[in-house]
């Protein structure tokens, strides 16, 4: 008996998709995914959503796993647009190469299709098996620029240390609280303004995936210690003109 089916997340199906991440990627076994931890993502991050978690099976076993995770991005100076991301593609070295990640990608792209989403996007290597996959799905490339950040002739200093600019104006670099949240909102949501693609975010979601936890990128996430990993910098009168996260 060889049947294979394909559906939706059931509960108790976690501790096996994180074993299979676990296999299929070092980042998580590095972060040590667990099915508790995989569950957790979602308090956290809203776009990460269990209905939208598919598996394929064999013989009532999973063998496969792929996962739809929404995001709102920014598309010219005003524009909207809800995307089904696509992350997590997977399939235990003892089944690849029989057509179990097509199987469970096809499916995905056809429940997105149902529910209404107008655009699904990925991140994927260039020329190899998973691309061509991607590919022959309907996927088409994207290439997006890169973006350099100049090395500094000396190092980056903080701990409410003041530096002088270019210009001779007087900064201050020093850890962010949350008094900051609502000015660095802004200067996020002013970059949106500017450039496609980036991820739409509300308090709501600054505070829960920076203040409350903090997400290196989904689904890495630093719960119980709560870094401040949020650097500003802060004009002489007290207006915040930019920030980094490290």
Request: proline content about 5%; hydrophobic content about 45%.
């Given at each position: 008996m060889n049947e294979m089916t394909v559906r939706t997340y059931r509960e108790g199906d976690e501790?096996?998709?994180a074993r299979l991440l676990r296999e299929c990627f070092d980042s998580f076994n590095s972060f040590a995914l667990t099915g508790e931890k995989w569950l957790k993502i979602s308090e956290f991050d809203p776009g990460f959503r269990k209905?939208?978690?598919f598996v394929a099976e064999k013989d009532g076993k999973i063998?496969?796993?792929a996962q739809v995770i929404v995001r709102?991005?920014?598309v010219g100076s005003a524009g909207r647009l809800k995307v089904?991301?696509?992350g997590n593609v997977s399939t235990f070295q003892e089944h690849r190469r029989e057509g179990y990640s097509t199987r469970v990608l096809a499916h995905a792209l056809e429940v997105v299709k149902e529910k209404g989403f107008p655009a699904s996007a990925l991140f994927a290597g260039q020329l190899g098996p998973a691309h061509t996959m991607y590919?022959?799905?309907g996927f088409a490339d994207v290439y997006l620029p890169a973006m350099l950040f100049r090395g500094v002739?000396?190092?980056l200093r903080w701990n409410n240390e003041v530096m002088p600019t270019q210009s001779g104006q007087k900064l201050e670099i020093r850890e962010s609280d949350e008094r900051d949240d609502q000015s660095l909102l802004g200067i996020y949501e002013m970059n949106c303004s500017t450039h496609n693609g980036l991820v739409i975010r509300d308090m709501k979601t600054w505070k829960s995936k920076f203040r409350d936890s903090f997400f290196y990128e989904c689904p890495f996430y630093e719960e119980e210690s709560k870094p401040n990993n949020i650097l500003v910098a802060e004009t002489e009168q007290g207006e915040i003109i930019g920030y980094a996260m490290s």
């Open positions: 501790d096996e998709i209905d939208l978690a063998v496969s796993h709102e991005i920014t089904a991301g696509i590919q022959k799905l002739k000396a190092p």
